[in-house]
Every structure is written in structure tokens, then in C-alpha cells.
């Protein structure tokens, strides 16, 4: 399969996937939103992106879903923020969260391969998180998109599942065995939904997860030219796909943030 047919065959399990999740979550998420102010982000969220700053700055997600976290962002002073998805279904979402929130916000639907070259150089700083890297068939060619809509000395920020959790399979058993490699190439191709917030399963089109190590992502970030700022990993599941290996007795690292700027020449 190409590059965009991977995008098309996930993005028919997106669409899918947007009612069941605002079936669960879009009022809860539209009262929160329309109190000044309001963040869904985490303490881990919140202090990497003020450690980089966000008062004035113009913010970028590719892979932004429902906008929730982009809304945020903009909630904690980000003066303008623009997020990009492939669906649809879930930028409407995005687009009535923004509305009661009143946040500067622009969604955009597209391929984050296809980001058109109009927003070059848009952004101070780009927020990759929770669950984007995966949907990713080729990450060296999304990081040349990542620094593309950067500034020069644009800011990286990432807080995204280990690639460990690569390893285990959805078993809920303690400890939960081993059933992958670490550097498995071939996609993950799964027909039962996407629904990481309640876990229901549904029969859904089949969607393809790609397998990052930590080297592919770290070693990626420093060949396209950014300085490493910071690197951290946690033992708290953000997925809510993996969320009862937060009671497991001993567990791997189940996340992880870091942050990068790029040289002055962009
Ligand atoms: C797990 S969700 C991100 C969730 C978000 N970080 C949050 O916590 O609310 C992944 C998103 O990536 C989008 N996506 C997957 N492949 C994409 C692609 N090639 N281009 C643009 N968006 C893509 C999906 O539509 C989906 O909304």
C-alpha cells in the first residue's frame, strides 16, 4: 500500500469513529469549553508547554482530532492556533468546540502528508500528542512537515505513547505478556474501532498503527536539524487504550514528552 492509501483506509475508521466518540464525550466537552479558561490538558501537558511559553505565540497539531487539546492551548494564551486532520467528522466537532470556547482557532481537513505549503514557516511552536506518531506510515517524511510549518528557532513539543506499548496486546493481564517485537515494520491492521474512551468495540474498516522506536523518533527529531531541549518518560497511560496498565504491579514506560527547537536558519 502507498503512503495515501493508508490515510484513506484510517480516515473511513475516523469518520466512523467521530459519532461514537461525541456520543460519549461532546456535551461534557461543550459545557467545559464554554467556561473561560477551561483545559483539558494534563499537569505534564500544561508544564511542557509553559516551559516553552505559549503567551503571544502562534500553535500548530497536526493530527488535532476534536481540537479539545488545540483549545487548550489557546485557553492558556496562545494567540493563535491552527490544527490540521484528515477528518472531517471530527474537525466539525473541533469547529462547535471552538465556537463556545471563542478560541482563535483554525481547522483545516487534510492529509498532514498534503498540508499545503501556504502555511510554511506558520507556527512558533507544534504540538504533537497522544496517539498521532502511529497513524504515521512514513515519520521522516511527517517530520519534514513538522519542520516545515516551523519558524526559524521554532518550537517541537511531543507528549505521546512509548512505543512499548508496541509490544503487548490489549489483554488486561498482570504482568501482560510480551507478544511483539520493539522493532516490528509491518503495520498493525485492526477491525474493532476506535473507541479509546469507553473501549467499546464495533466492527470497524480496517485501520493501520505504525511502530515508532524511541531511536526512529529521537534520532529523527535531530537529523531534521532541531537541538533536543528535553526528554522525559512516565509511567501513566494517556492513551486511555492501554488505561489498566496504570494498576499493573510493575510497568513500562507508558508515555513520554520531549522538546526541541530548531536552528536559527529554519
Ligand atoms: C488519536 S487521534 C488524536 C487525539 C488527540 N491527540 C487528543 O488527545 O484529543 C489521531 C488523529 O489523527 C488523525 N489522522 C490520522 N492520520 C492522519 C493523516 N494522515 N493526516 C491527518 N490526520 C490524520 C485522525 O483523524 C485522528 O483525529
Same mark, same amino acid.
Given at each position: 500500500?502507498?503512503?495515501?492509501?493508508?490515510?484513506?483506509?484510517?480516515?473511513?475508521?475516523?469518520?466512523?469513529?467521530?459519532?461514537?466518540?461525541?456520543?460519549?464525550?461532546?456535551?461534557?466537552?461543550?459545557?467545559? +469549553?464554554?467556561?473561560?479558561?477551561?483545559?483539558?490538558?494534563?499537569?505534564?501537558?500544561?508544564? /511542557?508547554?509553559?516551559?516553552?511559553?505559549?503567551?503571544?505565540?502562534?500553535?500548530?497539531?497536526?493530527?488535532?482530532?476534536?481540537?479539545?487539546?488545540?483549545?487548550?492551548?489557546?485557553? /492558556?494564551?496562545?494567540?493563535?492556533?491552527?490544527? +490540521?486532520?484528515?477528518?472531517?467528522?471530527?474537525?466539525?466537532?473541533?469547529?462547535?468546540?471552538?465556537?463556545?470556547?471563542?478560541?482563535?482557532?483554525?481547522?483545516?481537513?487534510?492529509?498532514?502528508?498534503?498540508?499545503?505549503?501556504? +502555511?510554511?514557516?506558520?507556527?512558533?511552536?507544534?504540538?504533537?500528542?497522544?496517539?498521532?506518531?502511529?497513524?504515521?506510515?512514513?515519520?521522516?517524511?511527517?517530520?519534514?512537515?513538522?519542520?516545515?510549518? /516551523?519558524?526559524?528557532?521554532?518550537?517541537?513539543?511531543?507528549?505521546?505513547?512509548?512505543?512499548?506499548?508496541?509490544?503487548?496486546?490489549?489483554?488486561?493481564?498482570?504482568?501482560?505478556?510480551?507478544?511483539?517485537?520493539?522493532?516490528?515494520?509491518?503495520?498493525?491492521?485492526?477491525?474493532?474501532?476506535?473507541?479509546?474512551?469507553?473501549?467499546?468495540?464495533?466492527?470497524?474498516?480496517?485501520?493501520?498503527?505504525?511502530?515508532?522506536?524511541?531511536?526512529?523518533?529521537?534520532?529523527?527529531?535531530?537529523? %531534521?536539524?532541531?537541538?533536543? %531541549?528535553?526528554?522525559?518518560?512516565?509511567? %501513566?497511560?494517556?492513551?486511555?487504550?492501554?488505561?489498566?496498565?496504570?494498576?499493573?504491579?510493575?510497568?513500562?514506560?507508558?508515555?513520554?514528552?520531549?522538546?526541541?527547537? /530548531?536552528?536559527?536558519?529554519?
Amino acid at each position: 500500500m502507498q503512503r495515501s492509501d493508508y490515510t484513506a483506509a484510517n480516515l473511513r475508521a475516523w469518520d466512523q469513529a467521530a459519532p461514537v466518540h461525541s456520543r460519549h464525550r461532546l456535551d461534557q466537552w461543550l459545557t467545559e +469549553f464554554s467556561q473561560p479558561g477551561w483545559s483539558c490538558l494534563d499537569e505534564v501537558a500544561t508544564g /511542557l508547554l509553559r516551559g516553552i511559553g505559549l503567551r503571544g505565540r502562534v500553535v500548530a497539531q497536526p493530527c488535532c482530532n476534536n481540537g479539545r487539546e488545540l483549545i487548550s492551548i489557546a485557553n /492558556l494564551g496562545a494567540s493563535h492556533c491552527l490544527g +490540521f486532520d484528515v477528518s472531517a467528522a471530527f474537525l466539525e466537532q473541533a469547529r462547535q468546540l471552538s465556537d463556545v470556547a471563542h478560541a482563535p482557532c483554525e481547522f483545516l481537513q487534510t492529509d498532514v502528508y498534503a498540508i499545503p505549503n501556504r +502555511f510554511d514557516r506558520c507556527a512558533d511552536l507544534v504540538y504533537i500528542s497522544i496517539g498521532s506518531l502511529g497513524w504515521m506510515p512514513d515519520l521522516p517524511a511527517f517530520l519534514d512537515v513538522v519542520r516545515r510549518l /516551523l519558524r526559524p528557532e521554532g518550537w517541537l513539543a511531543m507528549y505521546e505513547m512509548h512505543p512499548m506499548l508496541g509490544m503487548f496486546d490489549n489483554e488486561e493481564q498482570d504482568p501482560p505478556p510480551l507478544r511483539h517485537s520493539y522493532f516490528r515494520r509491518e503495520p498493525f491492521v485492526e477491525t474493532d474501532g476506535l473507541d479509546y474512551w469507553e473501549g467499546t468495540r464495533y466492527e470497524s474498516p480496517p485501520t493501520y498503527w505504525f511502530q515508532h522506536t524511541l531511536g526512529d523518533i529521537v534520532g529523527g527529531v535531530l537529523d %531534521h536539524g532541531f537541538r533536543l %531541549h528535553s526528554f522525559r518518560e512516565y509511567d %501513566h497511560d494517556i492513551s486511555g487504550a492501554f488505561a489498566y496498565m496504570d494498576r499493573l504491579t510493575v510497568r513500562p514506560p507508558l508515555c513520554f514528552t520531549l522538546t526541541a527547537q /530548531l536552528g536559527g536558519d529554519g
